[in-house]
Protein backbone atom coordinates (compact mmCIF):
# COMPACT_ATOMS: atom_id res chain seq x y z
CA UNK A 1 0.00 0.00 0.00
CA UNK A 2 1.64 3.12 -1.05
CA UNK A 3 0.21 7.07 -1.51
CA UNK A 4 1.52 7.75 -5.03
CA UNK A 5 0.55 9.94 -7.65
CA UNK A 6 0.38 7.93 -10.86
CA UNK A 7 -1.84 10.75 -12.95
CA UNK A 8 0.77 13.32 -12.48
CA UNK A 9 1.61 13.97 -16.44
CA UNK A 10 -2.50 14.52 -16.30
CA UNK A 11 -2.86 18.13 -17.38
CA UNK A 12 -4.17 20.07 -14.41
CA UNK A 13 -7.78 21.50 -14.97
CA UNK A 14 -8.51 25.04 -14.31
CA UNK A 15 -11.13 25.44 -11.20
CA UNK A 16 -13.16 28.34 -10.85
CA UNK A 17 -14.62 27.37 -7.23
CA UNK A 18 -16.61 30.87 -6.68
CA UNK A 19 -18.30 30.35 -10.17
CA UNK A 20 -19.23 26.60 -9.06
CA UNK A 21 -20.14 27.26 -6.02
CA UNK A 22 -22.71 29.89 -7.26
CA UNK A 23 -24.10 27.72 -10.08
CA UNK A 24 -24.25 24.69 -8.00
CA UNK A 25 -28.37 24.39 -7.04
CA UNK A 26 -29.96 21.58 -6.14
CA UNK A 27 -30.99 21.14 -9.66
CA UNK A 28 -27.65 20.77 -10.53
CA UNK A 29 -26.83 18.66 -8.37
CA UNK A 30 -29.64 16.41 -9.20
CA UNK A 31 -28.78 15.91 -12.85
CA UNK A 32 -25.60 15.30 -12.33
CA UNK A 33 -25.99 12.70 -10.21
CA UNK A 34 -27.77 10.75 -13.11
CA UNK A 35 -24.31 10.50 -14.78
CA UNK A 36 -26.07 11.17 -18.19
CA UNK A 37 -25.61 13.29 -20.68
CA UNK A 38 -25.94 16.61 -18.99
CA UNK A 39 -23.07 15.22 -16.52
CA UNK A 40 -20.71 13.87 -19.51
CA UNK A 41 -21.45 16.26 -22.81
CA UNK A 42 -23.63 18.99 -20.90
CA UNK A 43 -22.93 22.29 -19.54
CA UNK A 44 -19.56 22.55 -17.43
CA UNK A 45 -21.69 23.25 -14.64
CA UNK A 46 -23.60 20.01 -14.40
CA UNK A 47 -20.26 17.90 -14.69
CA UNK A 48 -17.58 17.78 -17.48
CA UNK A 49 -18.13 19.98 -20.06
CA UNK A 50 -17.99 17.39 -22.83
CA UNK A 51 -15.87 14.33 -21.86
CA UNK A 52 -14.28 13.62 -25.35
CA UNK A 53 -10.82 11.44 -25.92
CA UNK A 54 -7.82 13.52 -26.60
CA UNK A 55 -5.15 11.08 -25.61
CA UNK A 56 -4.40 12.50 -22.19
CA UNK A 57 -4.43 9.41 -20.47
CA UNK A 58 -2.13 7.08 -22.38
CA UNK A 59 1.31 8.64 -20.10
CA UNK A 60 -0.78 8.12 -17.09
CA UNK A 61 -1.20 4.50 -18.79
CA UNK A 62 2.28 4.06 -19.65
CA UNK A 63 3.66 4.63 -16.41
CA UNK A 64 0.98 2.38 -14.90
CA UNK A 65 2.36 -0.23 -16.73
CA UNK A 66 6.05 0.62 -15.78
CA UNK A 67 5.12 1.29 -12.11
CA UNK A 68 3.26 -2.07 -12.14
CA UNK A 69 5.79 -3.76 -14.44
CA UNK A 70 2.58 -5.40 -15.91
CA UNK A 71 2.95 -8.29 -18.74
CA UNK A 72 1.88 -7.88 -22.18
CA UNK A 73 -0.98 -10.02 -21.39
CA UNK A 74 -2.20 -8.60 -18.50
CA UNK A 75 -6.13 -9.00 -17.02
CA UNK A 76 -6.89 -4.80 -16.21
CA UNK A 77 -10.26 -3.77 -14.94
CA UNK A 78 -11.40 0.18 -14.63
CA UNK A 79 -14.37 0.84 -12.28
CA UNK A 80 -16.08 3.69 -13.36
CA UNK A 81 -14.65 3.52 -16.84
CA UNK A 82 -16.83 5.91 -18.84
CA UNK A 83 -16.55 5.98 -21.79
CA UNK A 84 -13.49 3.57 -21.50
CA UNK A 85 -10.36 6.21 -22.55
CA UNK A 86 -8.00 4.74 -20.25
CA UNK A 87 -9.04 1.24 -21.29
CA UNK A 88 -8.29 1.76 -24.64
CA UNK A 89 -5.16 3.78 -24.34
CA UNK A 90 -4.28 0.27 -22.53
CA UNK A 91 -5.07 -1.80 -25.43
CA UNK A 92 -2.46 0.75 -27.45
CA UNK A 93 0.42 0.45 -25.04
CA UNK A 94 -0.39 -3.32 -24.52
CA UNK A 95 -2.12 -4.82 -27.28
CA UNK A 96 -1.91 -8.01 -25.76
CA UNK A 97 -3.85 -6.90 -22.78
CA UNK A 98 -7.47 -7.86 -21.99
CA UNK A 99 -9.87 -5.41 -20.41
CA UNK A 100 -13.12 -4.76 -18.32
CA UNK A 101 -14.60 -1.92 -17.55
CA UNK A 102 -17.85 -1.18 -14.94
CA UNK A 103 -19.62 2.04 -14.86
CA UNK A 104 -23.35 2.68 -13.22
CA UNK A 105 -24.10 5.25 -16.66
CA UNK A 106 -25.83 4.02 -19.42
CA UNK A 107 -25.23 7.37 -21.45
CA UNK A 108 -21.44 6.38 -21.20
CA UNK A 109 -21.42 2.90 -22.02
CA UNK A 110 -23.36 3.75 -24.77
CA UNK A 111 -21.45 6.16 -26.05
CA UNK A 112 -17.98 4.42 -25.14
CA UNK A 113 -14.76 4.46 -27.51
CA UNK A 114 -15.65 1.48 -30.01
CA UNK A 115 -12.51 -0.12 -29.36
CA UNK A 116 -13.27 -1.01 -26.01
CA UNK A 117 -16.90 -0.93 -26.07
CA UNK A 118 -17.84 -4.50 -26.30
CA UNK A 119 -15.56 -4.76 -22.64
CA UNK A 120 -17.68 -2.44 -20.75
CA UNK A 121 -20.64 -2.86 -18.91
CA UNK A 122 -23.69 -1.59 -16.57
CA UNK A 123 -22.68 -1.98 -12.91
CA UNK A 124 -21.84 -0.61 -9.66
CA UNK A 125 -18.39 -0.85 -7.93
CA UNK A 126 -19.49 -2.20 -4.50
CA UNK A 127 -21.24 -5.18 -6.41
CA UNK A 128 -18.49 -6.30 -9.20
CA UNK A 129 -19.66 -9.21 -11.45
CA UNK A 130 -16.00 -10.91 -11.15
CA UNK A 131 -14.53 -13.61 -9.98
CA UNK A 132 -11.55 -13.58 -6.88
CA UNK A 133 -8.49 -12.91 -8.49
CA UNK A 134 -9.60 -11.85 -11.74
CA UNK A 135 -7.51 -9.07 -12.79
CA UNK A 136 -3.72 -7.99 -12.90
CA UNK A 137 -4.52 -4.43 -12.11
CA UNK A 138 -7.69 -2.56 -11.10
CA UNK A 139 -7.90 1.16 -11.18
CA UNK A 140 -10.62 3.33 -9.88
CA UNK A 141 -10.32 7.10 -11.19
CA UNK A 142 -12.44 9.67 -8.97
CA UNK A 143 -14.91 7.28 -8.83
CA UNK A 144 -16.07 5.23 -5.68
CA UNK A 145 -16.21 8.32 -3.78
CA UNK A 146 -19.59 9.06 -5.96
CA UNK A 147 -21.25 6.39 -3.41
CA UNK A 148 -22.27 6.90 0.33
CA UNK A 149 -19.97 5.35 3.14
CA UNK A 150 -20.94 1.95 3.59
CA UNK A 151 -21.06 1.15 -0.49
CA UNK A 152 -17.61 2.98 -0.71
CA UNK A 153 -16.34 0.75 1.58
CA UNK A 154 -17.98 -2.37 -0.04
CA UNK A 155 -16.19 -0.91 -3.43
CA UNK A 156 -12.80 -0.88 -1.92
CA UNK A 157 -13.08 -4.07 -0.82
CA UNK A 158 -14.71 -5.79 -4.18
CA UNK A 159 -11.59 -4.22 -5.82
CA UNK A 160 -9.77 -5.76 -3.11
CA UNK A 161 -11.23 -8.97 -3.70
CA UNK A 162 -11.05 -9.06 -7.58
CA UNK A 163 -7.55 -8.04 -8.02
CA UNK A 164 -4.15 -10.65 -8.07
CA UNK A 165 -1.79 -8.22 -7.89
CA UNK A 166 -2.25 -4.49 -8.08
CA UNK A 167 -5.20 -1.57 -7.35
CA UNK A 168 -4.47 2.11 -7.98
CA UNK A 169 -7.66 4.06 -6.67
CA UNK A 170 -7.87 8.18 -6.54
CA UNK A 171 -10.51 9.73 -4.17
CA UNK A 172 -11.81 12.56 -2.88
CA UNK A 173 -9.98 14.23 -0.08
CA UNK A 174 -7.97 17.57 1.61
CA UNK A 175 -5.06 18.22 3.58
CA UNK A 176 -5.86 21.32 5.12
CA UNK A 177 -9.37 24.16 5.44
CA UNK A 178 -8.68 25.13 2.27
CA UNK A 179 -8.43 22.59 0.15
CA UNK A 180 -11.99 21.41 2.65
CA UNK A 181 -13.34 24.63 1.43
CA UNK A 182 -12.86 24.79 -2.18
CA UNK A 183 -13.45 20.57 -2.72
CA UNK A 184 -16.88 21.50 -0.67
CA UNK A 185 -17.52 24.18 -3.37
CA UNK A 186 -16.74 22.08 -6.30
CA UNK A 187 -18.05 18.59 -5.82
CA UNK A 188 -21.60 17.72 -7.29
CA UNK A 189 -21.55 13.99 -7.22
CA UNK A 190 -19.47 12.75 -4.21
CA UNK A 191 -20.88 10.98 -1.55
CA UNK A 192 -17.94 10.27 0.94
CA UNK A 193 -14.97 12.33 1.45
CA UNK A 194 -12.73 13.13 3.94
CA UNK A 195 -8.90 14.55 5.71
CA UNK A 196 -6.48 12.37 3.96
CA UNK A 197 -5.30 10.91 7.40
CA UNK A 198 -8.83 9.58 7.21
CA UNK A 199 -8.38 7.95 4.22
CA UNK A 200 -5.22 6.09 5.53
CA UNK A 201 -6.86 5.21 8.69
CA UNK A 202 -10.05 3.46 6.85
CA UNK A 203 -8.01 1.45 4.04
CA UNK A 204 -6.16 -1.03 6.59
CA UNK A 205 -9.26 -1.46 8.42
CA UNK A 206 -11.71 -2.04 5.64
CA UNK A 207 -8.77 -4.60 4.42
CA UNK A 208 -7.48 -2.41 0.92
CA UNK A 209 -4.15 -3.07 0.59
CA UNK A 210 -3.77 -1.32 -3.23
CA UNK A 211 -2.55 2.04 -3.40
CA UNK A 212 -3.96 5.55 -3.61
CA UNK A 213 -3.76 8.96 -4.01
CA UNK A 214 -6.17 12.02 -4.07
CA UNK A 215 -8.30 14.42 -5.69
CA UNK A 216 -7.08 17.63 -4.29
CA UNK A 217 -8.77 21.05 -4.82
CA UNK A 218 -6.22 23.06 -4.37
Not at 45 to 68: I, L, P, S
Not at 103 to 127: F, H, P, Q, R, W
Request: hydrophobic letters at 35%; one cysteine or more.
Amino acid sequence: MSEINLLSTHPAAKRNYEKRAAEKTPEIIRTAKKFGKDFFDGDRKCGYGGFKYDGRWKAVVERMRQYYDLPDNAAILDVGCAKGFMLHDFKEVMPGCTVAGVDISEYAIENAMDSVKTELKIGSADKLDFPDNSFDLVISINSIHNLFPDRCTKALQEIERVSRGHSYITVDAWRNEQEHENLLKWVLTAETYMHVDDWKKLFPEIGFSGDYYWFIAD
